[in-house]
T-cell receptor
Framework: KAGVTQTPRYLIKTRGQQVTLSCSPI?????VSWYQQTPGQGLQFLFE???????NKGNFPGRFSGRQFSNSRSEMNVSTLELGDSALYLC??????????????FGSGTQLSVL | GEDVEQSLFLSVREGDSSVINCTYT??????LYWYKQEPGAGLQLLTY?????DMKQDQRLTVLLNKKDKHLSLRIADTQTGDSAIYFC?????????????FGRGTSLIVHP
Protein backbone atom coordinates (compact mmCIF):
# COMPACT_ATOMS: atom_id res chain seq x y z
CA LYS A 1 0.00 0.00 0.00
CA ALA A 2 1.44 3.37 -0.99
CA GLY A 3 2.18 5.85 1.79
CA VAL A 4 1.15 9.47 2.08
CA THR A 5 2.33 11.39 -0.99
CA GLN A 6 3.05 15.10 -0.93
CA THR A 7 3.85 17.20 -3.97
CA PRO A 8 5.92 19.06 -4.80
CA ARG A 9 8.87 18.05 -2.65
CA TYR A 10 10.55 21.46 -2.89
CA LEU A 11 9.18 24.86 -3.79
CA ILE A 12 10.73 28.29 -4.06
CA LYS A 13 8.50 31.34 -4.17
CA THR A 14 8.85 35.07 -3.67
CA ARG A 15 7.05 37.29 -1.20
CA GLY A 16 3.51 38.15 -2.20
CA GLN A 17 2.98 35.09 -4.35
CA GLN A 18 0.62 32.28 -3.50
CA VAL A 19 1.27 28.56 -3.35
CA THR A 20 -0.75 25.34 -3.42
CA LEU A 21 0.52 22.14 -1.87
CA SER A 22 -0.99 18.72 -2.47
CA CYS A 23 -1.41 15.66 -0.29
CA SER A 24 -2.66 12.21 -1.30
CA PRO A 25 -3.52 10.09 1.74
CA ILE A 26 -3.09 6.37 2.14
CA UNK A 27 -5.82 4.53 0.27
CA UNK A 28 -8.86 4.16 2.51
CA UNK A 29 -7.87 6.95 4.87
CA UNK A 30 -10.50 9.64 5.15
CA UNK A 31 -8.85 12.16 7.44
CA VAL A 32 -6.04 14.50 6.41
CA SER A 33 -4.28 16.99 8.65
CA TRP A 34 -1.61 19.58 7.87
CA TYR A 35 1.32 20.84 9.95
CA GLN A 36 3.96 23.52 9.64
CA GLN A 37 7.45 22.67 10.88
CA THR A 38 10.05 25.37 11.51
CA PRO A 39 13.23 25.36 13.61
CA GLY A 40 11.89 28.17 15.78
CA GLN A 41 8.30 27.07 16.39
CA GLY A 42 8.59 23.31 16.02
CA LEU A 43 5.64 21.39 14.63
CA GLN A 44 2.36 23.29 14.61
CA PHE A 45 -1.09 22.08 13.62
CA LEU A 46 -2.69 23.92 10.69
CA PHE A 47 -6.00 22.16 10.00
CA GLU A 48 -7.74 18.82 9.74
CA UNK A 49 -10.21 17.61 7.13
CA UNK A 50 -12.59 14.69 7.21
CA UNK A 51 -15.15 13.89 4.52
CA UNK A 52 -14.45 17.18 2.72
CA UNK A 53 -15.18 19.20 5.87
CA UNK A 54 -12.73 21.14 7.96
CA UNK A 55 -12.91 19.57 11.41
CA ASN A 56 -10.36 21.67 13.26
CA LYS A 57 -8.19 24.68 12.56
CA GLY A 58 -5.00 25.78 14.27
CA ASN A 59 -3.97 29.29 15.16
CA PHE A 60 -2.86 30.54 11.74
CA PRO A 61 -3.96 33.62 9.78
CA GLY A 62 -6.62 33.43 7.09
CA ARG A 63 -3.91 33.40 4.41
CA PHE A 64 -3.66 29.69 5.14
CA SER A 65 -6.52 27.67 3.77
CA GLY A 66 -7.20 24.15 2.69
CA ARG A 67 -9.73 21.82 1.20
CA GLN A 68 -10.39 18.14 0.78
CA PHE A 69 -11.81 16.43 -2.26
CA SER A 70 -14.24 13.53 -2.48
CA ASN A 71 -11.34 11.10 -3.03
CA SER A 72 -9.82 12.35 0.28
CA ARG A 73 -6.94 14.10 -1.46
CA SER A 74 -6.24 17.46 0.13
CA GLU A 75 -4.67 20.74 -0.86
CA MET A 76 -3.51 23.63 1.21
CA ASN A 77 -3.05 27.14 -0.09
CA VAL A 78 -1.04 30.02 1.27
CA SER A 79 -1.74 33.42 -0.24
CA THR A 80 0.39 36.56 -0.08
CA LEU A 81 3.47 34.67 1.03
CA GLU A 82 5.72 36.13 3.70
CA LEU A 83 9.33 35.29 4.50
CA GLY A 84 8.16 33.67 7.74
CA ASP A 85 6.11 31.13 5.80
CA SER A 86 9.33 29.34 4.84
CA ALA A 87 8.92 25.93 6.44
CA LEU A 88 8.47 22.22 5.93
CA TYR A 89 4.77 21.54 5.45
CA LEU A 90 3.74 18.05 6.47
CA CYS A 91 0.50 16.28 5.90
CA UNK A 92 -0.72 13.21 7.73
CA UNK A 93 -3.57 10.83 7.07
CA UNK A 94 -5.56 8.53 9.29
CA UNK A 95 -8.52 6.25 8.88
CA UNK A 96 -11.06 8.51 10.51
CA UNK A 97 -11.05 11.68 12.53
CA UNK A 98 -12.40 11.65 16.04
CA UNK A 99 -10.53 8.81 17.67
CA UNK A 100 -7.84 9.67 20.15
CA UNK A 101 -5.85 6.51 19.56
CA UNK A 102 -5.89 6.67 15.80
CA UNK A 103 -2.49 6.51 14.20
CA UNK A 104 -1.24 9.31 12.00
CA UNK A 105 0.83 8.48 8.93
CA PHE A 106 2.97 11.34 7.66
CA GLY A 107 4.21 12.24 4.22
CA SER A 108 7.77 13.43 3.61
CA GLY A 109 6.64 17.02 3.38
CA THR A 110 6.98 19.97 1.03
CA GLN A 111 9.90 22.26 1.78
CA LEU A 112 8.77 25.80 0.96
CA SER A 113 11.29 28.60 0.70
CA VAL A 114 10.05 32.17 0.38
CA LEU A 115 12.59 34.66 -0.95
CA GLY B 1 -2.91 26.45 26.85
CA GLU B 2 -1.48 23.07 26.15
CA ASP B 3 2.27 22.73 25.88
CA VAL B 4 4.62 19.80 25.49
CA GLU B 5 8.26 20.30 26.47
CA GLN B 6 11.37 18.36 25.60
CA SER B 7 15.07 18.99 25.81
CA LEU B 8 16.49 19.86 22.40
CA PHE B 9 19.59 17.70 22.15
CA LEU B 10 20.94 14.39 23.41
CA SER B 11 24.30 12.88 22.51
CA VAL B 12 25.13 9.26 23.31
CA ARG B 13 27.75 6.71 22.44
CA GLU B 14 26.81 3.77 20.24
CA GLY B 15 25.74 0.83 22.38
CA ASP B 16 24.67 2.94 25.33
CA SER B 17 21.05 3.57 26.33
CA SER B 18 19.34 6.82 25.41
CA VAL B 19 16.63 8.40 27.51
CA ILE B 20 14.52 11.17 26.04
CA ASN B 21 12.24 13.03 28.41
CA CYS B 22 9.04 14.95 27.89
CA THR B 23 6.53 16.83 30.04
CA TYR B 24 2.97 17.50 28.96
CA THR B 25 0.21 19.62 30.38
CA UNK B 26 -3.18 18.18 29.48
CA UNK B 27 -4.13 15.73 32.20
CA UNK B 28 -7.07 14.50 30.11
CA UNK B 29 -4.76 13.01 27.47
CA UNK B 30 -5.58 9.35 27.21
CA UNK B 31 -2.81 8.45 24.79
CA LEU B 32 0.71 9.81 24.54
CA TYR B 33 2.91 9.25 21.54
CA TRP B 34 6.51 9.12 20.42
CA TYR B 35 7.40 9.92 16.81
CA LYS B 36 10.74 9.72 15.01
CA GLN B 37 11.81 11.99 12.16
CA GLU B 38 14.82 11.09 10.08
CA PRO B 39 16.51 13.71 7.88
CA GLY B 40 14.41 14.67 4.90
CA ALA B 41 11.45 12.60 6.00
CA GLY B 42 8.13 13.00 7.74
CA LEU B 43 7.28 11.72 11.19
CA GLN B 44 7.00 8.02 11.87
CA LEU B 45 5.00 6.74 14.81
CA LEU B 46 7.34 4.76 17.07
CA THR B 47 5.10 3.82 19.92
CA TYR B 48 2.33 5.11 22.14
CA UNK B 49 1.11 4.46 25.64
CA UNK B 50 -2.33 4.42 27.17
CA UNK B 51 -2.60 6.67 30.22
CA UNK B 52 -3.58 3.86 32.58
CA UNK B 53 -0.23 2.18 31.96
CA ASP B 54 3.03 3.01 33.71
CA MET B 55 5.28 1.29 31.24
CA LYS B 56 5.25 -0.16 27.77
CA GLN B 57 8.07 -2.14 26.20
CA ASP B 58 8.51 -2.80 22.51
CA GLN B 59 11.80 -4.47 21.59
CA ARG B 60 14.54 -1.88 22.26
CA LEU B 61 12.02 0.81 23.20
CA THR B 62 10.66 1.37 26.71
CA VAL B 63 8.12 4.08 27.44
CA LEU B 64 7.63 5.21 31.03
CA LEU B 65 4.69 7.34 32.09
CA ASN B 66 4.36 9.23 35.36
CA LYS B 67 0.85 10.59 35.13
CA LYS B 68 1.04 12.40 38.46
CA ASP B 69 4.00 14.47 37.27
CA LYS B 70 2.84 14.47 33.60
CA HIS B 71 6.22 13.10 32.62
CA LEU B 72 6.86 10.76 29.73
CA SER B 73 10.16 9.18 28.75
CA LEU B 74 11.45 7.06 25.91
CA ARG B 75 14.37 4.75 26.54
CA ILE B 76 16.25 3.25 23.59
CA ALA B 77 18.44 0.33 24.58
CA ASP B 78 21.68 -0.45 22.72
CA THR B 79 21.47 2.78 20.71
CA GLN B 80 22.72 2.49 17.14
CA THR B 81 23.86 5.12 14.64
CA GLY B 82 20.64 4.47 12.74
CA ASP B 83 18.74 5.79 15.74
CA SER B 84 20.12 9.27 15.08
CA ALA B 85 17.02 11.36 14.39
CA ILE B 86 14.67 13.86 15.95
CA TYR B 87 12.21 12.38 18.46
CA PHE B 88 8.91 14.07 19.19
CA CYS B 89 6.54 13.37 22.00
CA UNK B 90 2.91 14.29 21.45
CA UNK B 91 -0.44 14.34 23.13
CA UNK B 92 -3.83 14.69 21.52
CA UNK B 93 -6.16 17.31 22.90
CA UNK B 94 -9.93 17.11 22.33
CA UNK B 95 -11.30 19.77 20.01
CA UNK B 96 -14.35 20.07 17.78
CA UNK B 97 -15.37 16.44 18.11
CA UNK B 98 -11.91 15.28 17.20
CA UNK B 99 -8.43 15.49 18.67
CA UNK B 100 -5.65 17.91 17.79
CA UNK B 101 -2.10 16.64 18.28
CA UNK B 102 0.28 18.86 20.20
CA PHE B 103 3.94 18.11 19.64
CA GLY B 104 7.02 18.96 21.61
CA ARG B 105 9.79 20.77 19.73
CA GLY B 106 11.67 17.52 19.30
CA THR B 107 14.87 16.09 20.76
CA SER B 108 17.76 15.65 18.33
CA LEU B 109 19.48 12.38 19.21
CA ILE B 110 23.08 12.17 18.03
CA VAL B 111 24.73 8.76 18.25
CA HIS B 112 28.49 8.73 17.89
CA PRO B 113 30.84 5.74 17.61
Amino acid sequence: KAGVTQTPRYLIKTRGQQVTLSCSPISGHRSVSWYQQTPGQGLQFLFEYFSETQRNKGNFPGRFSGRQFSNSRSEMNVSTLELGDSALYLCASSLEAGWEDEKLFFGSGTQLSVL
Amino acid sequence: GEDVEQSLFLSVREGDSSVINCTYTDSSSTYLYWYKQEPGAGLQLLTYIFSNMDMKQDQRLTVLLNKKDKHLSLRIADTQTGDSAIYFCAERVPSGGSYIPTFGRGTSLIVHP
